[in-house]
């Protein structure tokens, strides 16, 4: 009855407004005092700084911090143009565009709202003006900013793999085929979209433009090869390629394209601080919410449940699959990760599922929860951007996340689509 209560109190504070990590700090305070336990409560600051001070976590600044270089350093657009002289071609050009072009930048930057708030206002601006629709424009714009965070490098493998204990260089790897699939799922979507409205699309482009925009966006799209390069090589840690991406990105934007100067630095690491302090401040009141729920004994009473409802694996999977994506509605996808990893892993231990694939299944929910209301952060996000009401862009979004979700379907009961790639590259 206490979690019930717990999660209830912690969820109607979110719909009431609170910020989410208030919400957490405060519901976990406040069930300890009620508790006749408030002598726990000094414990709070050092809980939420023992939840933050893991070396993989520093990743996440500097792959903000990269993002944020990119989409001032002229890479987006350039990673744009590239797209289209690719796929432009095909029925609903932009909207093939618009999904190539974040595989391209999610292999960059690692965050679904820096690729919303940075490509997406490139591609918005670009389907608006040639006779797209603004409620197509923005729902798939917000749909394939979800790619990010599961090809890699992503921040969300970071925070699964320091949570957990997990090979993030695995993690890493098992995120390639879930997001070429998520990107052909929405690709197809939009094919039919289109098709039935009657989107236009570009001309069938010639080989010289094809050579001219890979030629210009050549060093943009050699930063992905590096980082994933560098640690499939060994060269580099992911923390430590979280870095070289802030570098190289800073390099070649200041210095080779010239899109911003050295005056503007200040300004583009202050964004990236207050971002990086939005999700590290999430991830410390989760900490001590965490803490209250083994102090409770929360996860071992969940996994009780669970096996008393079945003990088919396959059957708990799709109620796993289901309670993430559920929470996802109402809570930011760090904040469910962090909440209920502790809960989870035991269960897949003892239902042996593997650790890696459970990480890309995890991932894939907080993306559907990106896209849904009341808290999804890359519906808000592009809803904000491109002026669309978020009633008329969340039914936009329908036919996309049915595709991401039977991705999903496919990652939770097809375990090779995972982990084939790591597997391959990184035997045991």
Same mark, same amino acid.
């Given at each position: 009855?206490?979690?019930?209560?717990?999660?209830?109190?912690? %969820?109607?504070?979110?719909? #009431?407004?609170?910020?989410?990590?208030?919400?957490?700090?405060?519901?976990?305070?406040?069930?300890? $005092?009620? #508790?006749?336990?408030?002598?726990?409560?000094?414990?709070? /600051?050092?809980?939420?700084?023992?939840?933050?001070?893991?070396?993989?976590?520093?990743? @996440?600044?500097?792959?903000?911090?990269?993002?944020?270089?990119?989409?001032?350093?002229? +890479?987006?657009? *350039?990673?744009?143009?590239?797209?289209?002289?690719?796929?432009?071609?095909? *029925?609903?050009? #932009?909207?093939?565009?618009?999904?190539?072009?974040?595989?391209?930048?999610?292999?960059?930057?690692?965050?679904? %709202?820096?690729?919303?708030?940075?490509?997406?206002?490139?591609?918005?601006?670009?389907?608006?003006?040639?006779?797209?629709? !603004?409620?197509?424009?923005?729902?798939?714009?917000?749909?394939?900013?979800?790619?990010?965070? %599961?090809?890699?490098?992503?921040? /969300?493998?970071?925070?699964?793999?320091? $949570?957990?204990?997990?090979? =993030?260089?695995?993690?890493?790897?098992?995120?390639?085929?879930?997001?070429?699939?998520?990107?052909?799922?929405?690709?197809?979507?939009?094919?039919?979209?289109?098709?039935?409205?009657?989107?236009?699309?570009?001309?069938?482009?010639?080989?010289?433009? +094809?050579?001219?925009?890979?030629?210009?966006?050549?060093?943009?799209?050699?930063?992905? =090869?590096?980082?994933?390069?560098?640690?499939?090589?060994? +060269?580099?840690?992911?923390?430590?390629?979280?870095?070289?991406?802030?570098?190289?990105?800073?390099? @070649?934007?200041?210095?080779?394209? !010239?899109?911003?100067?050295?005056?503007?630095?200040?300004?583009?690491?202050?964004?990236?601080? !207050?971002?990086?302090?939005?999700?590290?401040?999430?991830?410390?009141? /989760?900490?001590?919410?965490?803490?209250?729920?083994?102090?409770?004994?929360?996860?071992?009473?969940?996994?009780?449940?669970?096996?008393?409802?079945?003990?088919?694996?396959?059957?708990?999977?799709?109620?796993?699959?289901?309670?993430? =994506?559920?929470?996802?509605?109402?809570?930011?996808?760090?904040?469910?990760?962090? =909440?209920?990893?502790? $809960?989870?892993?035991?269960? +897949?231990?003892?239902?042996?599922?593997?650790?890696?694939?459970?990480?890309?299944?995890?991932?894939?929910?907080?993306?559907?929860?990106?896209?849904?209301?009341?808290?999804?952060?890359?519906?808000?996000?592009?809803?904000?951007?491109?002026?669309?009401?978020?009633? *008329?862009?969340?039914?936009?979004?329908?036919?996309?996340?049915?595709?991401?979700?039977?991705?999903?379907?496919?990652?939770?009961?097809?375990?090779? %689509?995972?982990?084939?790639?790591?597997?391959? #590259?990184?035997?045991?």
């Amino acid at each position: 009855m206490l979690t019930l209560v717990i999660f209830v109190v912690l %969820v109607g504070m979110v719909m #009431l407004g609170v910020p989410i990590f208030a919400a957490m700090g405060l519901t976990a305070a406040g069930t300890f $005092i009620l #508790l006749g336990e408030a002598f726990v409560l000094p414990m709070m /600051a050092q809980r939420m700084y023992v939840a933050t001070t893991g070396f993989t976590l520093l990743a @996440i600044p500097f792959f903000i911090l990269a993002g944020n270089l990119m989409n001032y350093g002229g +890479i987006t657009h *350039r990673v744009f143009d590239f797209a289209r002289a690719l796929v432009g071609h095909i *029925r609903g050009g #932009l909207g093939h565009v618009n999904v190539v072009a974040s595989m391209i930048f999610s292999g960059m930057s690692g965050a679904a %709202v820096a690729d919303a708030a940075g490509l997406g206002v490139v591609e918005m601006k670009a389907m608006t003006e040639n006779g797209y629709d !603004k409620e197509f424009s923005a729902a798939i714009t917000a749909a394939s900013s979800t790619i990010g965070p %599961v090809v890699p490098p992503s921040i /969300a493998f970071v925070i699964y793999g320091s $949570i957990t204990g997990v090979s =993030i260089v695995k993690l890493f790897m098992a995120g390639f085929v879930p997001g070429l699939l998520m990107g052909l799922a929405l690709m197809i979507a939009v094919y039919f979209v289109a098709k039935k409205r009657g989107y236009p699309k570009d001309p069938t482009p010639v080989f010289g433009l +094809i050579w001219q925009t890979f030629t210009g966006s050549f060093l943009a799209l050699l930063m992905p =090869i590096i980082i994933i390069g560098g640690i499939l090589g060994g +060269i580099f840690t992911p923390t430590e390629a979280a870095v070289v991406a802030s570098v190289y990105a800073f390099v @070649i934007g200041c210095f080779v394209y !010239k899109e911003f100067k050295l005056k503007d630095v200040p300004e583009i690491v202050w964004e990236s601080i !207050k971002q990086s302090v939005r999700v590290l401040f999430i991830i410390a009141t /989760a900490g001590f919410f965490g803490w209250l729920m083994i102090h409770q004994s929360i996860p071992e009473q969940v996994i009780s449940g669970l096996t008393t409802v079945t003990e088919n694996k396959y059957v708990l999977l799709i109620i796993v699959v289901c309670v993430l =994506i559920i929470l996802g509605c109402f809570l930011e996808g760090i904040a469910v990760m962090v =909440i209920t990893i502790p $809960i989870f892993m035991k269960i +897949i231990g003892q239902f042996q599922i593997d650790p890696i694939q459970f990480g890309v299944i995890m991932v894939l929910c907080s993306m559907i929860g990106l896209l849904t209301p009341p808290v999804g952060m890359s519906l808000y996000a592009v809803a904000t951007i491109s002026n669309v009401s978020i009633g *008329r862009l969340t039914r936009e979004l329908f036919p996309y996340l049915l595709g991401i979700f039977i991705v999903t379907l496919m990652i939770t009961y097809i375990p090779t %689509v995972s982990l084939w790639l790591p597997n391959i #590259l990184m035997p045991e």
